[in-house]
């Protein structure tokens, strides 16, 4: 059995070429960060802005809870709105569609890893992490009416900066 090296262990610590790079803090023992708000539901279908983050943060996970249903014909997407209009806009860039059927939690990334389940259904993120490209802002999108008012929305955001 070989031993081989990840590309940042290699660039830190057993560069080919004797050369030594420094790698992104946020890959290597930077500080995960947490990104958190609440919502309850009105009766009609919104954005929910969850918070901001700047650019070249780095997306390891996003979680949204629920606590009860929000209705049958209605799914949420988390994904990100950029402030600078030359970068694109991405309404599911980190969760796409999830029902909303019945009070769940929904790991949009990570994939729970002992956390939780991913509902049916939903769609996650292939790749992890994912790097912003411009400061903005978070957002929840609920699609479809509503059914049900008052149902506490949770939204998670795990991060990490240089």
């Not at 803090?25 to 960060?33: A, D, H, T």
């Not at 903005?136 to 949770?154: C, E």
Request: proline share 3%; charged share 15%; hydrophobic share 40%.
């Amino acid at each position: 059995m070989a031993t081989v090296n990840g590309v940042n262990y290699a660039q830190t610590h057993a560069p080919s070429d004797g050369n030594w790079k420094l790698v992104p803090v946020s890959e290597v023992g930077g500080q995960l960060r947490v990104l958190y708000d609440s919502y309850t539901t009105p009766v009609t279908a919104d954005i929910l802005n969850v918070g901001r983050l700047p650019k070249d943060s780095r997306v390891w996970d996003v979680q949204v809870s629920t606590s009860a249903a929000c209705g049958s014909s209605t799914t949420v997407s988390v994904g990100f709105a950029y402030d600078d209009s030359s970068l694109t806009d991405d309404n599911d860039l980190f969760l796409t569609v999830a029902t909303t059927a019945s009070s769940a939690r929904y790991h949009a990334m990570v994939g729970g890893v002992g956390l939780g389940t991913i509902a049916a259904g939903t769609a996650a993120t292939s790749e992890v992490p994912v790097t912003i490209e411009g400061e903005g802002v978070v957002q929840a999108t609920f699609n479809g009416t509503l059914s049900a008012t008052d149902v506490v929305v949770k939204v998670l955001v795990l991060y990490t900066i240089d």
